[in-house]
C-alpha cells in the first residue's frame, strides 16, 4: 500500500474530469479550465509521468453549440450531440497541449472495443504506444455510435477500464466536490471529508450517493465502483475537487488533496483484468452453499454439481455472473457452455456431462483461470 507521497512519484496516470467542470456547469466550455489542466498535464510529462486524459463534456458541449439547456433523453439527441460537441471539445485541448509543446490524440472507445479481446489488446497497445511517444492521449467514450446496452455508462467506469488497460499506478477523477464526504455535504453543511480509505469498501459506498449532476451521468457512487474496478489492477484513486489551483501538481508532491483509495493488495492477472472489464454480462448461474464458499474461499473452478439455477441466455464463452442463494455475486467468469446446456446439466457430477449432452467440452461450468472471485 503506497502512501501519497509514493503515489505521487508514481509514473502512469489517468486524469478524468467531469462534464461540470469542463463546461463550468453548463455555461459553455470552460477554456481556462481547460488551458489550466493542459499547463498541470504538461509540468506532470516534463516530471517524466505518462498521462492518460479521460475527458467528458461532448454531449454538454454540444448542447451549448446547439442552445439546448436540458440534457436530451432521446438517445439519437444524445449521440447527435456529442458528435457536435466533441469535434469543440478536442479542438480546444489540441490547442491548449500545443502551447506546451504536446501531442494530443483522440481516442474514442466503444464498449465493444475492451470486451472484445483481440480489440481489447489493439486498444492496449495503441495507448501505450501513444504514451512511449509522449503525445496526451485524450479518452471519450465514442457517444455518436454508442446504445445503451452497450455503453460504459459514465467516463468513470471508462477511466477505470483504461486505467486497467494501461495499468496506471494512480486514477485520479477530478469532480466539483473536494472528495467523498460521510454525508452529501451539498444537503449537511457538517458533513466530514474521508481522507483516505480502501477501494471497494462497502461503508464507503453506503456514504455515497448515486445521484448524478443535470450534465452528467455519474455521482460518487459511480466514482467509488469505479475505484473498486481499477483497485483490481493496482491502481490506487483520488477524488478530488479539479477547481482547486494546481490540484493534480499537489497531487503529485505528495499533499493530502481529496480522498485517496487504495488498491488491492494482489493485482488480477491481465486477463481476470479484461473479464474484470465486462460491465454487462449475458446469464447469471446460481450456486448453492458450497459452491460458494470454495470460489471465495479455495478460488476453485465452478462445477456443474453447484449450480441449483440458470438465469437468462447465453452462449459459449460469454461472460456470466456467479450468485449465492442470497443473490450476492461471488464470481464472475467465462463460461464453457450455452445457457440451455447449463440447464441441463446444473446439479449433476462432471462425468455426467457426456450422458446429458452428448459430448463433453470441459470438465468445469467456469475454470478457475477464467474467473474473477470478489
Known amino acids: 500500500m503506497k502512501d501519497r507521497g509514493a ?30 489542466w493542459a499547463a498541470q498535464l504538461a509540468a506532470l510529462r516534463a516530471q517524466g509521468k505518462q498521462v492518460c486524459l479521460v475527458s467528458s463534456g461532448a454531449v454538454a458541449a454540444g448542447m451549448q453549440r446547439l442552445a439546448w439547456h436540458r440534457r436530451p433523453q432521446a438517445l439519437h439527441e444524445l449521440q447527435a450531440a456529442a458528435a457536435v460537441g466533441q469535434m469543440r471539445l478536442v479542438q480546444a485541448y489540441e490547442t491548449e497541449f500545443a502551447r506546451h509543446g504536446l501531442y494530443a490524440a483522440q481516442i474514442l472507445l466503444s464498449y465493444a472495443d475492451l470486451t472484445d479481446r483481440q480489440r481489447h489488446l489493439n486498444a492496449r497497445s495503441t495507448l501505450k504506444t501513444l504514451l512511449d511517444l509522449d503525445a496526451i492521449p485524450i479518452i471519450n467514450e465514442n457517444d455518436t455510435v454508442s446504445t445503451e446496452e452497450l455503453r460504459f455508462g459514465d467516463n ?23 472528495g467523498l464526504f460521510d454525508c452529501d455535504p451539498r444537503n449537511n453543511p457538517g458533513a466530514r471529508l474521508i481522507q483516505e480509505g480502501q477501494a471497494g469498501d462497502a461503508a464507503l459506498l453506503a456514504m455515497a450517493t448515486p445521484t448524478p449532476g443535470a450534465l452528467g451521468r455519474g455521482g460518487m457512487f459511480t466514482k467509488l465502483t469505479a475505484a473498486a474496478r481499477a483497485a483490481r489492477s493496482g491502481a490506487a484513486t483520488i477524488i478530488a475537487n479539479g477547481r482547486h489551483p494546481q490540484a493534480l501538481l499537489r497531487i503529485a508532491q505528495g499533499e493530502a488533496v481529496g480522498t485517496l483509495l487504495h488498491p488491492a493488495k494482489e493485482p488480477l492477472a491481465a486477463r481476470k483484468q479484461w473479464i474484470n472489464s465486462h460491465l454487462q454480462v449475458r446469464g ?10 470454495v470460489l471465495r474461499e479455495a478460488g476453485r473452478s465452478l462445477l456443474p454439481v453447484g449450480v441449483t439455477a440458470v438465469v437468462g441466455y447465453f452462449r459459449r464463452g460469454d461472460v456470466v455472473i456467479c450468485r449465492d442463494a442470497a443473490g450476492m455475486e461471488v464470481a464472475r467468469g467465462l463460461v464453457n457452455y450455452s445457457a440451455e ?6 446439479g449433476q457430477a462432471s462425468a455426467r456431462i457426456l450422458d446429458l449432452l452428448g459430448y463433453v467440452d470441459e470438465a468445469e461450468l467456469i475454470h478457475r483461470d477464467n474467473m474473477v472471485v470478489n
Open 156 to 178: 468513470d467506469s471508462l477511466a477505470s477500464l483504461v486505467a486497467n488497460l494501461v495499468e496506471a499506478e494512480l486514477m485520479v477523477i477530478l469532480t466539483d466536490q473536494d
Open 284 to 293: 447469471e448461474l446460481i450456486v448453492d452453499d458450497g459452491a460458494a464458499r
Open 7 to 36: 503515489l505521487g512519484r508514481s509514473r502512469r496516470w489517468v486524469v478524468k474530469v467531469g462534464s461540470a467542470l469542463v463546461t463550468n456547469n453548463g455555461q459553455g466550455l470552460d477554456e481556462g479550465a481547460l488551458a489550466d
Open 341 to 346: 446446456e447449463c440447464r441441463l446439466i446444473k
